[in-house]
């Protein structure tokens, strides 16, 4: 599971290049340029005081001429045709020409935006009228059932024993595989759909139009009729709809001595290394083991420099094919998931608070957060939260984080994306163009299969990282820098390296 196959880079978004840094110089470019018609104003002001120079005055009485050349010269140089003054005001209209630019760039972004969500919500919304034309008052109960589906498809694929497999792939036969290999051929398709869902919860329980002498009504139509139901503008609604029905819970966080993997007692010394740990840690809780699931682990070093550091690594989902009545002590399941693309606040998120406080973490010592999948996800919302800990760096794994942020100022989000994994592409949205996050997508070729779990596998993923690592682009290359410099990658601790493994669980 290393990045020697190689991955190909596909593209990369945000970060200190991408459009969004792009128009921050040009609007610092616009005040540089402000800033200089208002010094040619200041010396225009100081030509028409030596027009009215008393000394120069009291010249011409011996030299009018010599006056005569000289004022013209100071009015030429002030106020002519070619004059600082004509000059600053040619300036200023380059700083309003320059902020007018960005703003109608932004203007269209923005409008172009808004019609693809007004269409994905339309498209959604159709689809969910006819779900609920042709299923009636079971209806609604399809919309957490398509989304289990998919979810089983991605990631509880490779957790499920190998005669579970076998039996799935012997009902489904080639239809099974064929759908996977249109889902990897096909992602931006696949979050177009996702981009609509909160037009399909809409329209599976909002009235529709009769087709014959009676008029079907989904269940819960008669009160979106009467306006009692809001509307479910966006994915991240609709997900926050459905995450109600699941009880958020309490977590219980404690330490696992003596646990550990491979990597626990090393500093990672690269991206690649912090996806390799992530895939060791994640095998805690593999299949047949649920009494780890929940583990995540937290690193401690303090470098040549005196500051203390922390890496704390969130595995992804370990059960996806939780139902609201079917809830159990498990942190990382499908109601979380839906919590974290609503951007509500989960039980797995403050398990980690919990557990970056009883590693002894301080309020100002840097921290990074690395997760894989649901991992990431969290990682990423922990750092746009207030939380009284000094998050300075994610780096996340197949996760989708677009309805996530801003992120602060000066912070450094570096997210990998394999093309054809549809796991990041779920919350229905690319990732914003923004200077602190910067979105590597690759393709990792032979290592990912052509299904979907192995497109949103850490051999996939390894490789990715190890691309980034590489990579001479330069808004990843500030990222990866960003890593090396701030002493999370590449440190060699004199005292060491501490490392605890926790397990966070759900109270109800």
Not at 259 to 284: I, K, Y
Request: glycine residues 12%; hydrophobic residues 45%; without cysteine.
């Amino acid at each position: 599971m290393t990045g020697s196959d190689g991955a190909v880079v596909v593209s990369v978004t945000g970060g200190v290049t991408g459009v969004a840094a792009t128009y921050e110089r040009l609007l610092a470019l616009a005040v540089t340029f402000e800033a200089a018609a208002e010094r040619m104003r200041g010396w225009a002001a100081r030509g028409a005081a030596v027009l009215v120079d008393s000394d120069l005055l009291a010249s011409g009485l011996l030299a009018p001429l010599s006056l005569a050349e000289a004022e013209v010269a100071v009015v030429t140089a002030t106020t002519g045709p070619d004059g600082v003054l004509s000059e600053s005001a040619g300036w200023w209209l380059d700083a309003e020409a320059l902020r007018l630019a960005v703003r109608l760039l932004q203007e269209a972004d923005e409008l172009a935006e808004h019609a693809l969500d007004a269409l994905d919500h339309a498209l959604g919304r159709a689809l969910g009228q006819s779900l609920a034309l042709s299923l009636g008052p079971a209806a609604p109960l399809w919309l957490p059932a398509l989304a289990g589906g998919l979810a089983v498809t991605t990631v509880l694929w490779p957790r499920l024993p190998e005669l579970g497999r076998d039996l799935l792939v012997e009902r489904l036969g080639d239809e099974g595989d064929d759908l996977q290999e249109w889902v990897t051929d096909h992602p931006r398709l696949v979050e177009r759909l996702a981009a609509g869902g909160g037009g399909l919860v809409d329209g599976l329980r909002s009235p529709v139009v009769p087709l014959g002498p009676v008029a079907p009504l989904p269940p819960l139509g008669l009160l979106g009729l009467l306006g009692l139901l809001p509307p479910t503008r966006d994915t991240a609604a609709a997900a926050r709809l459905l995450a109600g029905a699941y009880d958020p819970g309490r977590p219980r966080t404690r330490a696992l001595p003596g646990v550990a993997v491979p990597a626990s007692a090393a500093p990672p010394r690269s991206v690649e290394d912090l996806v390799e740990h992530l895939a060791q840690l994640s095998e805690l809780s593999a299949p047949g083991r649920p009494e780890m699931n929940g583990t995540i682990e937290v690193q401690s070093f303090t470098g040549d420099d005196g500051v203390a550091r922390h890496v704390v690594y969130l595995p992804g989902t370990d059960d996806m094919t939780t139902w609201p009545w079917t809830q159990d002590d498990d942190v990382r399941d499908m109601g979380t998931n839906l919590a974290l693309v609503g951007d509500l606040p989960t039980a797995y998120g403050a398990g980690v608070l919990d557990a970056m406080a009883a590693a002894g973490i301080g309020p100002d010592e840097p921290v990074l957060l690395a997760g894989h999948s649901q991992g990431g996800l969290q990682a990423a919302q922990l750092l746009d939260e207030q939380h009284g800990y000094r998050i300075t760096h994610v780096v996340t794994a197949g996760s989708p984080t677009a309805h996530l942020g801003p992120f602060p100022d000066g912070s450094h989000v570096l997210s990998l994306e394999q093309q054809g994994d549809v796991v990041p592409l779920l919350d229905g949205a690319a990732n914003p163009d923004s200077p602190e996050q910067v979105t590597l997508t690759f393709e990792a070729g032979p290592l990912t299969g052509r299904d979907v779990p192995g497109h949103h596998g850490f051999a996939a993923y390894a490789a990715g990282a190890a691309a980034a690592d590489a990579s001479p682009h330069p808004g990843v290359r500030e990222q990866v820098r960003s890593l090396h410099e701030s002493g999370f990658l590449g440190a060699q601790p004199p005292d060491g390296v501490r490392h605890t493994v926790y397990r966070i669980t759900r109270d109800p």
